[in-house]
């Protein structure tokens, strides 16, 4: 049985990540001194914040919001998690998710390989998956931050190659159209300071959250994402690269009926030297060994041939690895992307 698409989330991707190639002022700028810096996971020693009672106070894990103006937006924190969600007009909800994350993959030539997500401190609680290497050490680089952008610059003495990720959301002035679009952006910059080629891959999982953010409490439900399901898609772009990514979708018989309905996307761009593989889906509340042990082997992900509907019970997540090999001396730069389309509004 084929469901329909909302052909929208795909298309703001086909936009918005073209724009890093065409658009010099938009990306590849040095970090600028102005913004907000932190070490990387680093808490506050004293925060000096006192709650206020019918106030929100999510409390200092926060970051840069990514999306369009009017877009809703989702909060990556300094830490690396993505936390804060205004998806639905009305509901404000802050949990970590585990399974939406960045993670890296290095193995310089001749040398053993090593894997890490590229988020300060062990998750607890829901799908916190344990066979993956979750020990990337607090202040190990620096965040920084200058709304629309962020920058994440890791610093790990275990990572041979230098990763900076530039975190962009499409606030471009005189322009509304794309402005408005709901999408973030990552532009990773590797830069290869030995004398020796090293592989990288970077990794983006993703939970299917669909229905999640139905409920007003300030909680998050998965059992409202009964009926979801992940589907690898590639799109050709007209100067011949591929995109390549997974829509996490819903079983539907027709259009968005409500806000519920919508899908989201991850993706990233292909291009000479650069392999990208996905696991369309893979058991959130497992272990997380399906997804890993390939990963931190080679720095691959291996698709498996079970496609499922989630009942709610077990949420399902998918996973995309873009590989490369930096040459000595050499940087080379990787533009991701998260998407979402939720096209109907309800008060």
């Given at each position: 049985?084929?469901?329909?698409?909302?052909?929208?989330?795909?298309?703001?991707?086909?936009?918005?990540?073209?724009?890093?190639?065409?658009?010099?002022?938009?990306?590849?700028?040095?970090?600028?001194?102005?913004?907000?810096?932190?070490?990387?996971?680093?808490?506050?020693?004293?925060?000096?914040?006192?709650?206020?009672?019918?106030?929100?106070?999510?409390?200092?894990?926060?970051?840069?919001?990514?999306?369009?103006?009017?877009?809703?937006?989702?909060?990556?924190?300094?830490?690396?998690?993505?936390?804060?969600?205004?998806?639905?007009?009305?509901?404000?909800?802050?949990?970590?998710?585990?399974?939406?994350?960045?993670?890296?993959?290095?193995?310089?030539?001749?040398?053993?390989?090593?894997?890490?997500?590229?988020?300060?401190?062990?998750?607890?609680?829901?799908?916190?998956?344990?066979?993956?290497?979750?020990?990337?050490?607090?202040?190990?680089?620096?965040?920084?931050?200058?709304?629309?952008?962020?920058?994440?610059?890791?610093?790990?003495?275990?990572?041979?190659?230098?990763?900076?990720?530039?975190?962009?959301?499409?606030?471009?002035?005189?322009?509304?159209?794309?402005?408005?679009?709901?999408?973030?952006?990552?532009?990773?910059?590797?830069?290869?300071?030995?004398?020796?080629?090293?592989?990288?891959?970077?990794?983006?999982?993703?939970?299917?959250?669909?229905?999640?953010?139905?409920?007003?409490?300030?909680?998050?439900?998965?059992?409202?994402?009964?009926?979801?399901?992940?589907?690898?898609?590639?799109?050709?772009?007209?100067?011949?690269?591929?995109?390549?990514?997974?829509?996490?979708?819903?079983?539907?018989?027709?259009?968005?009926?409500?806000?519920?309905?919508?899908?989201?996307?991850?993706?990233?761009?292909?291009?000479?030297?650069?392999?990208?593989?996905?696991q369309t889906t893979f058991d959130v509340m497992s272990d997380g060994s399906s997804v890993w042990k390939t990963f931190a082997q080679d720095g691959t992900l291996q698709d498996l041939p079970e496609e499922w509907l989630s009942s709610g019970g077990n949420p399902i997540g998918g996973a995309i690895a873009v590989s490369f090999t930096v040459a000595p001396g050499a940087s080379k730069e990787i533009p991701m992307?998260?998407?979402?389309?939720?096209?109907?509004?309800?008060?």
């Amino acid at each position: 049985m084929r469901f329909p698409r909302f052909a929208g989330v795909y298309l703001c991707i086909l936009a918005i990540i073209a724009i890093p190639l065409s658009s010099p002022d938009l990306f590849g700028q040095q970090i600028p001194e102005a913004a907000w810096s932190r070490g990387i996971g680093e808490p506050l020693e004293n925060p000096g914040v006192k709650k206020v009672p019918y106030l929100i106070d999510d409390g200092y894990w926060q970051g840069v919001p990514l999306g369009g103006l009017g877009s809703g937006s989702i909060g990556r924190t300094y830490r690396g998690d993505f936390a804060r969600w205004h998806l639905k007009a009305g509901v404000h909800k802050y949990a970590s998710i585990p399974a939406n994350v960045f993670a890296v993959f290095q193995q310089a030539e001749g040398g053993s390989p090593t894997a890490v997500v590229l988020r300060a401190g062990r998750p607890e609680g829901m799908g916190s998956l344990p066979a993956w290497n979750w020990s990337y050490p607090v202040g190990a680089g620096s965040y920084h931050a200058l709304f629309p952008k962020a920058w994440f610059d890791y610093k790990y003495d275990a990572l041979p190659v230098h990763l900076v990720c530039e975190q962009f959301s499409p606030v471009l002035p005189g322009n509304y159209r794309e402005s408005s679009y709901p999408v973030g952006v990552f532009v990773w910059t590797a830069n290869n300071p030995t004398n020796k080629p090293v592989k990288v891959s970077i990794l983006l999982s993703w939970v299917n959250m669909v229905g999640w953010f139905t409920e007003f409490g300030g909680g998050i439900n998965p059992s409202l994402g009964s009926g979801n399901f992940n589907e690898a898609r590639q799109e050709r772009l007209k100067d011949g690269r591929t995109m390549s990514g997974i829509v996490f979708d819903r079983a539907r018989t027709g259009a968005a009926l409500t806000s519920s309905d919508g899908q989201f996307v991850i993706a990233a761009l292909g291009d000479r030297g650069v392999k990208i593989t996905h696991q369309t889906t893979f058991d959130v509340m497992s272990d997380g060994s399906s997804v890993w042990k390939t990963f931190a082997q080679d720095g691959t992900l291996q698709d498996l041939p079970e496609e499922w509907l989630s009942s709610g019970g077990n949420p399902i997540g998918g996973a995309i690895a873009v590989s490369f090999t930096v040459a000595p001396g050499a940087s080379k730069e990787i533009p991701m992307a998260l998407a979402w389309d939720f096209p109907v509004v309800q008060f």
